[in-house]
């Protein structure tokens, strides 16, 4: 499964972005799907998963809220629609994909998308 995400850009605190996973494969829909972020210098974080079917969704507590993690296996592509963005979103953000359950850890994922660099200025 190869994945492509994009969709990040510059965004003032309190703006939305959406971000959105491409995968290759197909049926897509056989692929749990979370989004990861990267801040300078720190470790990867968990930010939203999704089940492969789209029905269960599960959010780190720092988006929750505000984040939304959708899917349409039709067009093979996971979006992560952002709002009331702050200034400590800023990251890199990461697709991944893994056969089965979602999970929260990055460990357990197989197939990663570059990053998608997402700046929020305060």
């Known amino acids: 499964v190869q994945l492509q995400a994009f969709g990040g850009g510059l965004v003032q605190a309190g703006g939305s972005l959406r971000l959105s996973c491409a995968a290759s494969s197909r049926p897509f829909s056989v692929y749990a799907t979370a989004w990861f972020r990267q801040a300078s210098g720190q470790e990867r974080e968990f930010v939203a998963a999704?089940?492969?079917?789209?029905?269960?969704?599960y959010y780190a507590d720092s988006v929750k809220d505000r984040f939304t993690i959708s899917r349409d296996n039709a067009e093979n592509t996971v979006y992560l629609q952002m709002n009331s963005l702050k200034a400590e979103d800023t990251a890199a953000y990461y697709c991944a994909a893994k056969p089965g359950y979602y999970a929260n850890n990055y460990q357990s994922y197989d197939y990663w998308g570059q990053g998608t660099q997402v700046t929020v200025s305060s």
């Open positions: 999704i089940s492969w079917g789209g029905g269960s969704t």
